[in-house]
C-alpha cells in the first residue's frame, strides 16, 4: 500500500502571486493522491486573500486538506477565510480530523493549527501570570485536540497536519531563541499518541525538512522558502521496492512518474 | 526620546536592526517574518526569501523610506515554485 501525498506550507498568497504555482499544481493528479496545506496560506487573513487562495488551489483534480496558519488569523476573519476556502472545495480541519479514499487506501488526515511553548526542557510552564497560562494552555489545548482527532480516525494510514512545529529537528536553521514560537513538544506528543506516519508542517521559514518525533514518527517541514519548490511529494506505504526506498538523510529518489 | 550616541551619529546599529524587523513583520504593506537583518560595516543587508519581486521591492522601499540615511542592499530572493522534480519514498 502506497498513498502519494504532496504538501507545501506558507505559500503567503496575495494577488501578487496568484498563477505562480498553478502550473506546478496542474500536474498534481499524476504525482499525488492528496494535497496537504500547512497553513500562513495568506499574508494577513484577509477574505480578500482567501479569495486569492481558492483560485490558485481551488478546482485541483485531488482533495485539497488545509490548517490555518497565525498570518491567517492577523485580521480577525477567520469564519469568512474558512468559508472562501470551504466554497472553493478546501477542507479546513481544525481540531478534527478527514478520511479520504485513496488508490492505495483510507487515508486519514488530522489536523490543528497548533502553537508555540518550546520543546522538552526549555519550554513554557503553565504557571505565574494569567497571560503565561493562557499562552500555554493554548498550546496544550490544541494538541490536547489533535491527539483526539488523530486517535479518533478509523483508515489505513494517518497523518497530523499542523502550521507549528511537533519536533525541533525541523528548526534548525532558525535561531535557537525564537524556537518556543515555533513550535511545541505537546504537538509531538499528541503526534505520539496515535498510530501515526508522517507528521507535516510549516511555519519555520528558515528551518530545515526532516526530523522525527521522540516515539520515531518522520516530521517534515514543508514551508514554501523550505523546499523551494511547489509542492514536495512523499510517497507514504509499508511495501516498496527496496531499490527505491531512500535511506534518511538522502534528498529522495528520482520521480518514478515521468 | 532619549540618545544613546552623540546627537547626529543616529540610534545605535542594534535598535535599528530591532526596529527593521519589527518594521518588515507589522506593517500591513509587506507582513513578512523571514527577512534577515544584517550589518556589514556602516550599511545594512537584508536576507531573506519572499513569494514574489513586487514584494522584495516593497521592502526596500519601505525601509528606505523609514531609514534614509542609513545605506540598504537587498539580497532578497523570490522562491521557486515549480513542480519538484524528485519524491520521498517513507517506508
Ligand atoms: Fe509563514
Ligand atoms: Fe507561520
Known sequence: ???????????????DVVGRFRPALEELPECADVL?????????????????VAE???????????????????????????????????????GNGVVLDCAGGRLGIAGVKGFGGGFAGRCASDFGEPEMKAF?????????????????????????????????????GEPLEIYPFLGSYQLGQAIDSAPTALAVHGHAHAGTERGTTPGGVRVRNVAHPVIKQ???????????DTDQVSPIGQSGSQRSWS | ???????????????VEAEIQRLLVEDPAVAEQGITVVRRE???????????????????RLVSERFPDVPVTSDIGVIRAQAPTEIEQLP
Request: charged share 25%.
Open chain 1, 1 to 15: 500500500m502506497v498513498i502519494r501525498i504532496a504538501a507545501v506550507g506558507d505559500v503567503h498568497l496575495d494577488e
Open chain 1, 36 to 52: 496537504l496545506l500547512a497553513g500562513d496560506l495568506t499574508r494577513h487573513g484577509t477574505e480578500a486573500e482567501a479569495r486569492c
Open chain 1, 56 to 94: 490558485e488551489f481551488g478546482g485541483l483534480a485531488v482533495p485539497v486538506v488545509t490548517v490555518l496558519g497565525n498570518h491567517d488569523h492577523q485580521c480577525d476573519q477567520v469564519p469568512q477565510v474558512v468559508k472562501v476556502l470551504e466554497d472553493a472545495g478546501i477542507t479546513v480541519l481544525e
Open chain 1, 136 to 172: 500555554v494552555r493554548t498550546t496544550t489545548d490544541s494538541a490536547d485536540r489533535l491527539g483526539a482527532a488523530l486517535r479518533s480516525l478509523d483508515c489505513d494510514m494517518l497523518v497530523a497536519l499542523t502550521h507549528y512545529s511537533p519536533v525541533p529537528d525541523t528548526l534548525a
Open chain 1, 230 to 240: 511547489a509542492y514536495s511529494v512523499f510517497h507514504v506505504g509499508d511495501q516498496l
Open chain 2, 1 to 15: 526620546m532619549t540618545h544613546h550616541r552623540d546627537i547626529g551619529a543616529g540610534p545605535p546599529d542594534e535598535y
Open chain 2, 42 to 60: 556602516r550599511a545594512l543587508v537584508l536576507y531573506g526569501e519572499v513569494e514574489s519581486p513586487h514584494r522584495r521591492e516593497e521592502i526596500l
